[in-house]
T-cell receptor
Framework: DTGVSQNPRHKITKRGQNVTFRCDPI?????LYWYRQTLGQGPEFLTY????????KSRLLSDRFSAERPKGSFSTLEIQRTEQGDSAMYLC??????????????FGPGTRLTVL | QQPVQSPQAVILREGEDAVINCSSS?????VHWYRQKHGEAPVFLMI?????EQKGHDKISASFNEKKQQSSLYLTASQLSYSGTYFC?????????????FGKGTHLIIQP
């Protein structure tokens, strides 16, 4: 399978615990995005990387959130001291470098986080 | 700013047509359309760039009116498989590779 993959698919944790999610983008895609989606809403942009550089961070990304893409391939998203409000689906997407025309983003299946 | 989608929901019989609108208050570089089925990831449908182009494949097409900052998605002769939630995602006029700003979605239900 050559699509975007995410692990784990589901995570249940207790409030105050730390969690880490992983995203493997489509091979050779050098842009990687993280989004968060809650029930009944569209995905909300969190941050994105071009290769290993984190180029943009949303104001939604509090200090408890950190993302890395150390070798420009897979990425991790860590949430420290989780809160019940962090419960959501965390989606990863990847894209080609933008030509003059296209920046299609392809999404992975997501990691559903439940904070008890 | 979040684009506004309309209608919020629509129920159709198989074979009927539907139009979903996406409107933004800011200048746009592009509009992306996705379909998401319950419990699944959003699936990319198409991207439209400023310039007022129209695109389509099979029985799904879309247009982008740059002057009005509006895009419309057209589904003709709808099939059961078209059911799902449709999202438009927008990029600001800076263009490039920004994260997308998504609307709240339009729920489409196709009945046999």
């Amino acid at each position: 399978d050559t699509g975007v993959s995410q692990n784990p698919r589901h995570k249940i944790t207790k409030r105050g615990q730390n969690v880490t999610f992983r995203c493997d983008p489509i091979s050779e895609h050098n842009r990687l995005y993280w989004y968060r989606q809650t029930l009944g809403q569209g995905p909300e942009f969190l941050t994105y990387f071009q290769n290993e550089a984190q180029l943009e961070k949303s104001r939604l990304l509090s200090d408890r959130f950190s993302a890395e893409r150390p070798k420009g391939s897979f990425s991790t998203l860590e949430i420290q001291r989780t809160e019940q409000g962090d419960s959501a689906m965390y989606l990863c997407a990847s894209s080609f470098p933008p030509s003059a025309v296209h920046n299609e983003q392809f999404f992975g299946p997501g990691t559903r986080l439940t904070v008890l | 700013q979040q684009p506004v989608q309309s209608p919020q929901a629509v129920i159709l019989r198989e074979g009927e047509d539907a139009v979903i609108n996406c409107s933004s208050s800011k200048a746009l570089y592009s509009v992306h359309w996705y379909r998401q089925k319950h419990g699944e990831a959003p699936v990319f449908l198409m991207i439209l760039l400023k310039g007022g182009e129209q695109k389509g494949h099979d029985k799904i097409s879309a247009s982008f009116n740059e002057k009005k900052q509006q895009s419309s998605l057209y589904l003709t002769a709808s099939q059961l498989s078209y059911s799902g939630t449709y999202f438009c995602g927008t990029e600001g006029s800076g263009g490039g590779a920004d994260g997308l700003t998504f609307g709240k979605g339009t729920h489409l239900i196709i009945q046999p």
